[in-house]
């Protein structure tokens, strides 16, 4: 008696080799995809789009990125919540430090990117500095309100 064929009509090396293309053409289009989106991320962070800036000098940029620095560290200025206050710090800086790409060209250009570099850490401070001042501020001034206020 002669055997009979599989009931789906392939066999078993068939089937294997039917497996082995499917994994292929999976980790090929995973592969492909990894490297595309790992190239963009890549893309963007060494080379990223010089957005052009509103000054035409280097130092008017730098006069532009410091004024707002000071105009959102007012505007964040006595908000108990740190939460609130870090996005009203982060909404004052707008729209001048959407152009830090820009400014960052033309200060490379000038041979000023030290003068950036210095403003760039005096904003993350200034930005740290508002989160936990209106973290103790808060504690502070609920403390003297639960001591000191007349009850």
Do not use: N
Not at 1 to 9: H, I, Q, R
Not at 30 to 48: R, Y
Not at 97 to 104: K, N
């Amino acid at each position: 008696m002669s055997e009979l064929p599989p009931p789906d009509g392939l066999s078993d090396a068939q089937k294997r080799r039917a497996r082995q293309i499917a994994a292929i053409v999976f980790v090929g289009t995973m592969t492909a995809w990894v490297l595309g989106t790992s190239f963009q991320i890549v893309q963007q962070a060494i080379w990223p789009e010089a957005v052009a800036t509103p000054w035409p000098t280097c130092e008017e940029g730098l006069r532009g990125l410091h004024s707002s620095l000071e105009r959102a560290r007012h505007d964040a200025e006595g908000d108990l919540d740190p939460d609130s206050a870090l996005a009203r710090f982060r909404a004052g800086l707008s729209p001048e430090w959407t152009y830090l790409a820009g400014v960052r060209k033309t200060c490379g250009e000038a041979h000023k990117l030290p003068s950036l570099d210095a403003l760039e850490r005096l904003r993350y401070a200034e930005e740290h500095a508002v989160r936990r001042e209106a973290a103790s501020l808060a504690a502070l001034r609920r403390r003297v309100a639960s001591e000191v206020a007349p009850r």
